[in-house]
């Protein structure tokens, strides 16, 4: 089946600082991925829709500017959390179509972001 | 708007056991609804799913029906085993899952011998 990886798995980081997290499919095309990010015990939230070669959709009440998505390429995009604070410590999960807008969406292992 | 909610876990049931996960949702048009499974350290997989009502998805032993008239898309196994603990996510989407998914909260499942 179609593969989807993160990178990192886990990150520590002070607060202030930024971090990327790179989400990449490795067999097939990915003309959409999505991100979410899941809370202890709770389920997973959209927060943005990623389309190769233009800008992302964010959902109502996440800040584009915090949390920039790049998805240069039909294989990958990128999360940047910037100027981190310890509540933006989450699980950051994505995950990406290929081919038909009706196909499955493949889900990334997920990035452990823990901000100090 | 879309919502899905699901029975709060966790669960925990001997070997052999039946298992029901309930799911309902409230959608404005006719989703396609998923059951996705996340084993401890892992990302989300798909288990089933189902696009139309009375469609029955099914895998590994887990079924679940679409029911309309309920609104529901409850999870089933007749006899669960312990590689059967994981987490289990309920979800819809408008499209057949190439758009945005809706997720209940996640049910844990614990099977012990």
């Known amino acids: 089946g179609a593969v989807v990886s993160q990178h990192p798995s886990r990150v520590i980081c002070k607060s202030g600082t930024s971090v990327k997290i790179e989400c990449r499919s490795l067999?097939?095309?990915?003309?959409?991925m999505f991100w979410y990010r899941q809370f202890p015990k709770q389920s997973l939230m959209l927060m943005a829709t990623s389309n190769e070669g233009s800008k992302a959709t964010y959902e109502q009440g996440v800040e584009k500017d915090k949390f920039l998505i790049n998805h240069a390429s039909l294989t990958l995009s990128t999360l940047t959390v910037t100027s981190a604070h310890p509540e933006d410590s989450s699980f950051y999960i994505c995950?990406?179509?290929?081919?038909?807008?009706?196909?499955?969406?493949?889900f990334g292992p997920g990035t452990r972001l823990t901000v100090t | 708007g879309n919502s899905v909610t699901q029975m709060e876990g966790p669960v925990t049931l001997s070997e052999e056991a039946f298992l029901t996960i309930n799911c309902t949702y409230t959608?404005?048009?006719?989703?396609?609804l998923f059951w996705y499974v996340q084993y401890p350290g892992e990302g989300l997989q798909l288990l089933l799913k189902?696009?139309?009502?009375?469609d029955k998805g099914s895998n590994k032993g887990f079924e679940a029906t679409y029911r309309k008239e309920t609104t529901s898309f409850h999870l089933e196994k007749g006899s669960v085993q312990v590689s059967d603990s994981a987490v289990y996510f309920c979800a819809l989407s408008e499209g057949r899952g190439g758009n945005k998914l809706t997720f209940g909260t996640g049910t844990q499942l614990k099977v012990e011998l």
């Open positions: 995950s990406a179509v290929g081919g038909a807008v009706e196909s499955e969406q493949y």
């Open positions: 067999d097939f095309q990915a003309t959409t």
């Open positions: 189902a696009t139309k009502a009375d």
């Open positions: 959608a404005t048009g006719y989703p396609s």
